[in-house]
Every structure is written in structure tokens, then in C-alpha cells.
């Protein structure tokens, strides 16, 4: 069987991926083919930590119109987070694959409470250790979340499972001409101001060394493929150091 490149990874979705075509909710097909692949990458032995987005029910002070305190929406966001982790989680149990919900806000009737070391020694054990609630904090995104999570456990790389297959010069469905980059640094992404992930994610990734490999979700096959080595999507690395 061949190696993995990465021992250990974190996994970022968006929530939006889970809703598949319908755009809100859960679509149990698409949980359930990722949670397939999550299963065969610790098959091989890969650990796996997992951020999931809340986007497919609230996006925090978007979906709140102006209308809300921007913390109070922020908390919301949170909350669904909470949702996908344990839609996420379940799907996985049902597969036999040993599963633990940490949130950074404390709700210890229905999961733990983020604790690093516990968190290290699941992933230790062979557990996928799925993170909800983002930072715990307001104003940060849970793309914010996955990095400081990666950088806590010790992730040798991010994969970023998004609706988009990559980083490109400009948005594709309002340029034609966009083109997609095979490989770019954090410097160049903050400078173009491209969509790849906020600005304080993007600043954490790069201080730390820490890779991004961005590519879609709609085949989950490329969650295997990114943690193997193969080369799809875009990856995101800190300039002057040779992460690809």
C-alpha cells in the first residue's frame, strides 16, 4: 500500500459543501461519501482532526441582515457548526470509525469540551477528533479555526474542501478569463486579495508553516488524493520555504 505524505491533517469543509446541490441544510449523500473517504484515509493511517463551517444554516452576521449584534449573530454561527459536526460524527460512527466532537464552547451534554492535549491523544489513538464552535470567539471564521487548530495539533497540512476546485486570479463565474493557479504563497494571496481564506487565517498559516491544499469537494475522492501526496487543487505555502 502506498505511504501517505502526511501523518497528520486537518481537515477543513465548508458547510456549504455538506448541503450539496440544495444549498441549506444536510445532504446525507455528500456526508456521507466524505465520511467514506475520512474512513479510508485512517485506514491508512492518517490522522485526521476536521473544522466544519456552519454555512449551510447560518453564516453569522450575513444571513443576519444588519439587523443583529454582530456577536450574538457570530454565536449562532457557532451553533451550526454544531450541527454538521454531529451529522458529520454520527455518519462516521455508523461506518465503525471511532469518532470525538470537541467545541470551544463548553456543552458537555453532547460533547467534549476542546482540551489540546485530549485532543492530540485522540488523534494518537486512531479517533477523528471533529472541532465545533469555530475559535469559541466572535469576528473570527471558522477558516481561522482550522488554522489554529492545525497549528495546536501539529498538522503537517490543511486540506481545504471547498465548492471550488482551487485558487484562481479572480472569481471564474464573473471572469472568464480567471486563471487557476497550481501553487501560490500566502504573500501573494493576501497582496491580490484572493478568496482563498481571511486574512488573520491566511497571517496564522503562513507564521507557522503550515500548507493549505484547497480543492472541491464535489468528488471527495480528492480528500484522499490531497492527503496522499497527488497533486490536485492549489496549494497555498509560506514563501521561501518549499512546502509543495
Known amino acids: 500500500m502506498k505511504e501517505p505524505k502526511y501523518k497528520r491533517v486537518l481537515l477543513k469543509i465548508s458547510g456549504e ?3 450539496g446541490d440544495q444549498g441549506r441544510g444536510l445532504d446525507f449523500t455528500v456526508i456521507n461519501d466524505v465520511c467514506a473517504v475520512i474512513k479510508r484515509c485512517c485506514e491508512c493511517g492518517i490522522q485526521i482532526g476536521v473544522v466544519v463551517g456552519g454555512g449551510n444554516f447560518w453564516r453569522g452576521v450575513k444571513d443576519g441582515g444588519g439587523k443583529m449584534e454582530r456577536t450574538r449573530a457570530d454565536h449562532m454561527g457557532m451553533l451550526a457548526t454544531v450541527l454538521n459536526s454531529l451529522a458529520v460524527a454520527d455518519v462516521l460512527e455508523q461506518m465503525g470509525v471511532d469518532v470525538r466532537v470537541q467545541t470551544a464552547i463548553e456543552m458537555r451534554a453532547i ?7 485530549r485532543a492530540i491523544r ?4 486512531g479517533r477523528v477528533v471533529i472541532f465545533g464552535c469555530g475559535t469559541g470567539n466572535p469576528f473570527f471564521s471558522t477558516d481561522t479555526a482550522a488554522a489554529l487548530r492545525a497549528a495546536e495539533i501539529g498538522a503537517d497540512v490543511i486540506l481545504s474542501a471547498k465548492n471550488i476546485d482551487g485558487v484562481y486570479s479572480a472569481d471564474p463565474k464573473q471572469d472568464p478569463t480567471a486563471v487557476k493557479y497550481d501553487s501560490i504563497t500566502y504573500d501573494d494571496v493576501l497582496r491580490q486579495h484572493l478568496g482563498v481564506m481571511d486574512s488573520t487565517a491566511a497571517s496564522l498559516c503562513a507564521d507557522n508553516h503550515i500548507p493549505v491544499i484547497l480543492f ?5 475522492e480528492n480528500i484522499y ?20
Do not use: Q
Not at 111 to 117: F, G, N
Not at 216 to 220: F, I, R, S, V, Y
Open 216 to 220: 472541491a469537494l464535489k468528488d471527495p
Open 225 to 244: 488524493r490531497a492527503a496522499m501526496g497527488e497533486r490536485i487543487g492549489t496549494i497555498v505555502y509560506k514563501g521561501g520555504t518549499d512546502n509543495e
Open 122 to 125: 485522540h488523534l494518537d489513538k
Open 111 to 117: 460533547a467534549e469540551p476542546y482540551i489540546r492535549s
Open 17 to 19: 459543501a455538506l448541503a
